[in-house]
């Protein structure tokens, strides 16, 4: 209560529903918890926490909602929250990466960094996925690597020191907010790769930006290298299971035309059927075999 400071949370969450997150908030927090409107003041001493379907942007001293292309397959997403409030407040931002899967806020990470904002990691063995925090501290080097439980402390000690450095906010448009035409000079940039968004199948193209290599195809998805990865890998899963698919079913209509054949007598054409079915069995079992080294748990839920 009075803190000087703004709170901005993005957590991932389903599109389609509604956040709970500021009401579980309000029931512990010192501050006010809200779903932000778009174009709304930041005000001290408030929490606003992204709405699902939103990218949460920091525009100079207004919030900014916008439904633009996903970023790591998420929106709301990290990477633009970290990267616009970096360029809108420059050295009093202060970045906190915490439990997560994959490596949305990374690139982030390193913009606020830049920008000469304080960064901040929960300690990966303290965390239930420890994914996005790792790649955080491994690739940019993070200020401050915390257990949870010392962040809320060192936030307090953060926010109550006054700010050495002026900054000059400046206008600026984020890659959630660009018009064809914008990103199409965006995409001049980088060069085509050979990958597709695994979202819309346009191309992507290679950008590098704060030292890291990431995609975005020309409406505007965006991809880290470890997530367009491991969209490929569901691309990949799906594809295998559609074959699958495919497969057994092609293997139950042989084991009715071999029975019909032999009713028939019908010898060599059994044979060919049971040639087929064998090769049919064979297949499935190696695509089974597939899918199931692809099935390891992820090792935060493993005894």
């Known amino acids: 209560s009075g803190s000087p400071a703004t709170v901005l949370v993005v957590l991932h969450f389903p599109e389609n529903t509604a956040s709970v997150l500021p009401a579980i ?48 397959s998420n929106r709301p997403a990290i990477d633009p929250l970290f990267r616009t409030a970096a360029r809108s407040r420059g050295p009093s ?27 901040i990691a929960q300690d990966p063995e303290s965390a239930m996925f420890p994914d996005m925090p790792r790649n955080a501290i491994q690739n940019v080097g993070v200020h401050h690597v915390l257990p949870l439980e010392e962040i809320a402390p060192k936030l307090i000690q953060l926010v109550s020191e006054p700010s050495s450095v002026d900054w000059e906010a400046y206008d600026f448009i984020d890659a959630t907010e660009m018009d064809l035409n914008e990103l199409h000079a965006m995409e001049r940039q980088g060069r085509p790769s050979q990958y597709v968004c695994p979202e819309c199948k346009g191309t992507l193209f290679e950008l590098e930006e704060e030292g890291f290599a990431h995609f975005r195809c020309h409406v505007g998805h965006a991809y880290s290298v470890e997530t367009l990865a491991a ?73």
């Open 25 to 72: 908030l309000n029931r512990r927090a010192k501050m006010f918890a809200k779903n932000p409107l778009d174009n709304a003041p930041l005000e001290p001493g408030q929490i606003y926490v992204a709405r699902p379907g939103y990218h949460l942007l920091v525009k100079r001293d207004r919030i900014r909602l916008v439904a633009g292309p996903r970023e790591n």
């Open 231 to 303: 969209k490929q890998a569901e691309g990949l899963e799906a594809a295998l299971w559609t074959a699958l698919r495919s497969i057994e079913e092609n293997n139950l209509l042989l084991h009715r035309m071999i029975a019909r054949s032999e009713q028939r007598s019908l010898s060599i054409t059994v044979a060919n059927y049971k040639a087929k079915l064998a090769e049919g069995v064979q297949k499935a079992r190696i695509i089974r075999e597939a899918l199931e080294v692809g099935s390891e748990p992820h090792e935060a839920i493993r005894e």
């Open 93 to 119: 931002v202060v970045s906190v990466i915490l439990s997560g899967m994959l490596d949305d806020g990374t690139l982030g990470t390193a913009v606020v960094r830049r920008h000469g904002g304080i960064t």
